[in-house]
């Protein structure tokens, strides 16, 4: 087995060992024991796993493993190679997901990490370094933290694979995409992000990663893969803790 693969698996049985919970960072609910989550509300967690489409994680009807691919990406490939996610943007994750995105909360940081390198156990293995999604300065500065960066941290420790986690930045302050159509969305961070000058020799034929907390329309994680690019980057996959997969998710 690969060494990702035995990662993973110790990956897995840390995980198990995650579930008591002394509160848990699903419903907020005060247990007993130690860890992020509870037994029972580990079960309402939807695990994708890194199944779904090769291209956009969406779920499909019919998965076909290594070939499946949704309408969608059949009929305009993304601008990536390919994308996994750990789980689903749902009901049963959207409190662990906003606490932890809005509020800062990291008590759920490695189990998340576990999470996301076992969905992107296969990228992960052809991947130079991970690269967080960046916030723009003036909102890093309010929020005090890049949620995405922690996420790249955590799967950096977890599988070996290094983190670049200022390797791109955010050249305009884009408004939130909370509330936003797929339209809006798009338009509102084109051309918003620039990849690092100082890094241009790392970059040069690397296959990096994007690492990000939700993947909505992938609007987001399109613009950075062009700016990935435009900088001389050979291959772009995307990695991501949930995968919406409501329409009405959407403007979340
Ligand atoms: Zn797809």
């Known amino acids: 087995m690969s060494r990702i693969g035995h990662l993973a698996k110790a990956g897995l049985r840390s995980v198990a ?17 130690q860890g992020a989550i509870a037994a029972e509300d580990f079960t309402q967690l939807r695990f994708l796993n890194g199944r779904g489409c090769r291209s956009c994680a969406a779920i499909v009807e019919i998965d076909l493993g290594e ?7 059949a009929a305009k490939a993304p601008r990536w190679d390919q994308a996994r996610a750990a789980i689903a ?18 008590d759920g940081l490695g189990a998340m990490g576990n999470w996301m390198t076992m969905a ?13 999604v960046p916030l723009h300065y003036q909102r890093l500065a309010k929020r005090g933290f890049n949620q995405a960066g922690w996420l790249a941290q955590a799967v950096a420790r977890r599988s070996g694979v290094p983190a670049m986690v200022d390797g791109l930045k955010r050249v305009k302050p884009t408004q939130s995409q909370g509330g ?10 084109a051309g918003a ?34 700016a990935l690019k435009q900088a001389g980057v050979a291959n772009v996959n995307v990695l991501v803790l949930a995968r919406v997969v409501r329409d009405r998710d959407v403007t979340i």
Not at 17 to 33: K, Q
Not at 215 to 224: C, E, F, K, P, R
Request: hydrophobic share 35%; net charge positive; aromatic share 8%.
């Open 17 to 33: 060992g995650f579930i008591w919970p002394a509160r848990s960072v699903l419903t907020g609910e005060r247990h007993g024991g």
């Open 67 to 73: 070939d499946s691919l949704c309408g969608a990406c």
């Open 89 to 106: 943007y749902d009901d049963a994750s959207r409190q662990m997901i906003l606490e932890f995105k809005h509020g800062g909360r990291r």
């Open 120 to 132: 992107g156990q296969d990228i992960l293995e052809a991947t130079d370094y991970l690269m967080p």
């Open 180 to 189: 936003l159509t797929a339209r809006q969305r798009k338009k509102n961070v």
């Open 193 to 226: 992000f620039k990849a690092r000058a100082r890094y241009r020799k790392q970059l040069e034929g690397a296959r990096i990663t994007l690492v990000d907390d939700v993947y909505t329309t992938g609007s987001t994680l399109s613009a950075s893969t062009l």
